[in-house]
């Protein structure tokens, strides 16, 4: 199997294309300053993935901002932190702040030229329209959790997928879904029967930060450091997996 071998690249955002951690932990600090213990960074993701996790689950109709502010509420809660609406609600608008990874920008436009882009976010449509002026591409398709009226890792997300992508002519073999996160991405796309490469944003660090955990044993058809590595290796020809 071959990057060649696609016509279309499905992205997932928050964690692949955008270094959410990065940005929720630094949306993060004025309730971390507050705390009355001590808070550091990757123990904060991995409670902040655990309860972002439950409350998709728990309320999938819910806009994802108000799903944000709802899991700030409850981390104020587990730090002992008497609970601020106002904080709450910023988190939950910090979507557009967060920022591109470095690679991001530069391996979009290249893979643009070669391929059918599209989206499949875990987000609402207005918070998506934010980051993608950070991102520099127009997108061939877009499509959002508010949309499907469901959060992945529900395989009904990774269905609709397939089935808009097909309207447009491209049949789910020829799809390949882009994403860092096992949990939300690759387990169900694996479920479904969906091709995709593995962005290890975490490869230095290890751990699973801002996702859930998933047990081991996650098919995946390629996996690269980066998006710059994938778009490198469809460049050179090297990327067989």
């Keep these: 199997m071959k990057l060649q071998d696609f016509d279309a690249l499905s992205f997932d955002c928050y964690g692949t294309l955008i270094d959410w951690e990065s940005g929720i932990w630094t949306a993060l600090q004025p309730l971390v300053r507050r705390s009355r213990i001590a808070v550091s960074r990757d123990p904060a993701l991995e409670a902040f993935a655990l309860l972002e996790a439950r409350q998709q689950e728990a309320t999938p109709d819910m806009a994802y901002p108000d799903v944000l502010a709802a899991v700030h509420r409850q981390l104020a809660a587990e730090w002992n932190v008497e609970a601020d609406p106002a904080e709450d609600a910023a988190f939950g608008g910090s979507i557009a702040a967060w920022p591109p990874f470095p690679d991001t920008v530069e391996a979009l436009r290249y893979l643009k030229r070669h391929f059918h882009l599209a989206i499949l976010s875990n987000v609402d449509r207005s918070s998506f329209q934010a980051t993608n002026r950070t991102l520099g591409v127009a997108f061939d398709a877009i499509y ?38 096992l949990f939300h991405d690759h387990v169900p796309a694996q479920a479904i029967g969906l091709a995709s490469a593995w962005i290890d944003r975490r490869h230095e660090t290890g751990g699973s930060g801002a996702t859930a955990p998933v047990a081991a044993g996650v098919h995946y058809d390629f996996r690269f450091v980066s998006l710059g590595a994938l778009a490198e290796a469809h460049r050179s020809g090297t990327d067989v997996g």
Excluded: C, E, W
């Design 144 to 181: 959002t959790a508010q949309d499907i009226g469901s959060y992945k890792p529900d395989r009904r997300n990774f269905a609709y997928l397939i089935d808009r992508m097909a309207q447009q002519g491209v049949p789910k073999g020829k799809v390949l879904h882009v994403a860092q996160s």
